[in-house]
């Protein structure tokens, strides 16, 4: 795959500082009148780069150029601890000169078939088509230590094959119910970015990276018209063989 990149960081710092620099960068060559379309994702490594983000922004970046998504969202309501929604807010919208009419959030507190069906006709009212498929300009995806991205669990790889934009799913131990892109949507993006930290996904990363037909979701995760990027610190990469390129 020549269209994949891995980039290790000494520190999650350098890291979400290469993202804000790209975010920059894109933001900036999005042309007057169109908007950048982001889909974020929750847990606490974006949470991190987020703040990280937000206590930087000395750019003064553009956001009002830039049209905010998510990737997935937990069924619940947008003030409960478990809202991605609620963790984005706090770490990085409330802090950014974002107009409200920019922000798309899930509602988790709906029906989830409900709130999976509005949320798609909302992606596909929002995101410019290319290829069939809604395609997003960045995608920022986390990586569970069980391989999932988006909330795409081990055992649900046929959300690859989805015909629908977003989909419900269920979290395998909590149970929890999510509402999440689907593969066709995450492949059809511009620039796929998985954000991975943390000793404790350097087996899966380098399983990931350098085994064929893991069969976990994470390695479903080819753009067929973009690009992959994997963003890394050393502890994530610690178990990756041939060095890949380092920050
Ligand atoms: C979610 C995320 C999920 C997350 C990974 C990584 O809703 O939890 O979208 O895909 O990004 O589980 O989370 P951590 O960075 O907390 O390990």
Not at 86 to 95: A, D, G, H, I, P
Request: overall charge negative; some cysteine; charged content about 20%.
């Amino acid at each position: 795959m020549d269209n994949r990149e891995i980039v290790v960081f000494p520190t999650i710092a350098k890291l979400a500082e290469f993202v804000a620099g790209l975010l920059n960068t894109l933001i900036a060559e999005t042309a007057d009148g169109e908007y950048l379309t982001l889909a974020l994702s929750g847990g606490s490594t974006p949470k991190q780069i987020f703040r990280y983000i937000t206590s930087h922004d000395t750019i003064k970046t553009r956001w009002e150029k830039v049209r905010f998504f998510w990737v997935d969202e937990r069924c619940v309501p947008a003030e409960d601890d478990e809202s991605n929604y609620k963790m984005t807010r706090q770490n990085l919208l409330e802090n950014l000169a974002v107009p409200e009419g920019n922000i798309f959030r899930i509602h988790g507190e709906n029906d989830p078939e409900k709130e999976a069906v509005r949320y798609s006709s909302i992606i596909a009212g929002n995101v410019p088509v290319e290829n069939n498929w809604p395609r997003f300009d960045i995608l920022l995806l986390g990586l569970g230590e069980d391989g999932h991205t988006a909330s795409i669990f081990p055992g649900n790889t046929a959300l690859f094959q989805s015909s629908k934009i977003c989909e419900v799913a269920t979290h395998p131990k909590s149970g929890q119910q999510r509402i999440t892109l689907t593969g066709p949507v995450i492949n059809n993006a511009s620039h796929v970015i998985f954000m991975v930290t943390g000793p404790g996904k350097a087996s899966v990363v380098a399983k990931i990276l350098q085994d064929s037909n893991t069969g976990l979701p994470a390695s479903f995760v080819k753009p067929s018209h973009g690009n992959l990027t994997w963003l890394l610190d050393e502890d994530a990469a610690g178990k990756l063989k041939n060095g890949p390129l380092r920050q």
